[in-house]
C-alpha cells in the first residue's frame, strides 16, 4: 500500500510592514537605552563610571552596556581611561552642555513667573543677578496698584543689603562669604541694613536653613520683601527672584502662601537650568 505523504505547515512569513514596524521598536528602544546610559552620567555623583557600575544602576547587562559605551565613544559623547576601564563624558557631550547653556536665557524663563507671583500677590515681583560682589534688578512686573513698590533696574547693591542681595550671599560657598566680609566693611543703605559681620552670618544660616530671605527696610525704607534663589545645574546660585511690597501691606514673614508661592516659581525656573533638588 503506498504510503500517505505527511502534510508540513509552515509558518507564513511576517508581512512587510509588520516586521518594520518590529524593527523600528528594536530600534527605538536601543536608542533609548543609549539615552538613559548617557543621561546616568549626568546625574551621578563622581566623575567616571565602571561597567559593572552603570549596568547594576539602570538594570542592564554588562555586555548590553558596553555595546552602548563603544557606540557613544564613537561620537565621542563618552571617554575611557585605557588605565582604569572608567569612563566618563566626552567632549561632544560638554559641547551640547555648553551650547544649552548660551542659549538659556533666565530673564525669559522668569518672566512668566514673575507675571503670575506679581497677579497672585498684587505686590511687585523682581528678579536679580550677581555682578562681581554686587546685586542689580534685571526685571520687574509692577501691580496696578495705587501705593506700590518699583525698584531701579541695573543699579548695583551690596550683598548684604536686603532680602535679595542676602539670597545670594547665603546660598554661596561659606569661602566665598568670608572674602567677600573680608573685602568690603558692609555698607548701611539704610538705618536697618544689617552691618555687623557677626549678626549677618546668623541672618544667613537662618536662611538657608528655611531657604528663603526676609527684609524689612533693609534695602529700601518702609519696604518688605521675601527672596528665593534659583540654582543652575550644577547647584550655584545664579539669580534670585523676589517679592516686595509697602510694608504697611506687605507682611511676607505672616503670609505663608506668598512664601509657598515664591518657593514655587523659583524651583520651577530651577528645574529648568537643570537643577536637581538634594
Do not use: C, W
Not at 524663563?109 to 534685571?138: C, F, I, N, W
Not at 566680609?181 to 544660616?205: C, F, G, N, Q, Y
Amino acid at each position: 500500500m503506498p504510503s500517505r505523504p505527511v502534510s508540513s505547515r509552515t509558518v507564513p512569513p511576517a508581512p512587510p510592514a509588520a516586521a518594520e514596524d518590529e524593527g523600528q521598536s528594536r530600534s527605538i528602544a536601543a536608542v533609548e537605552r543609549a539615552m538613559d546610559v548617557l543621561l546616568y552620567f549626568g546625574r551621578a555623583d563622581q566623575p567616571d563610571l565602571g561597567v559593572t557600575e552603570i549596568a547594576t544602576a539602570l538594570g542592564l547587562t554588562k555586555a548590553a552596556v558596553h555595546r552602548i559605551l563603544t557606540a557613544l565613544r564613537s561620537r565621542d559623547l563618552i571617554t575611557v581611561d585605557p588605565a582604569t576601564r572608567r569612563y566618563a563624558l566626552g567632549h561632544a557631550a560638554v559641547a551640547l552642555g555648553r551650547a544649552y547653556l548660551a542659549r538659556t536665557d533666565v530673564r525669559a524663563m522668569a518672566a512668566p513667573e514673575l507675571k503670575h507671583l506679581s497677579e497672585r500677590t498684587q505686590e511687585t515681583a523682581t528678579l536679580s543677578l550677581r555682578r562681581g560682589d554686587t546685586r542689580l534688578y534685571v526685571d520687574q512686573v509692577v501691580p496696578d496698584q495705587e501705593l506700590r513698590l518699583e525698584v531701579s533696574l541695573g543699579i548695583p547693591f551690596p550683598l548684604n543689603a536686603g532680602a535679595s542681595s542676602k539670597a545670594f550671599l547665603a546660598f554661596l560657598p561659606d569661602f566665598e562669604v568670608e572674602a567677600y566680609l573680608s573685602r568690603h566693611p558692609l555698607e548701611a543703605v539704610t538705618d536697618k541694613t544689617i552691618t555687623d559681620p557677626a549678626k549677618l552670618r546668623k541672618d544667613l544660616a537662618a536662611v538657608r536653613k528655611r531657604g528663603y530671605a526676609t527684609s524689612l527696610g533693609e534695602r529700601q525704607a518702609g519696604a518688605a520683601s521675601i527672596a528665593a534663589p534659583i540654582f543652575d545645574h550644577d547647584g550655584r546660585v545664579v539669580a534670585v527672584i523676589s517679592l516686595a511690597g509697602p510694608a504697611l501691606r506687605f507682611k511676607p514673614e505672616s503670609d505663608a502662601g506668598a512664601v509657598a508661592d515664591l518657593r514655587e516659581a523659583a524651583a520651577r525656573i530651577s528645574a529648568q537650568l537643570g537643577h536637581q533638588p538634594a
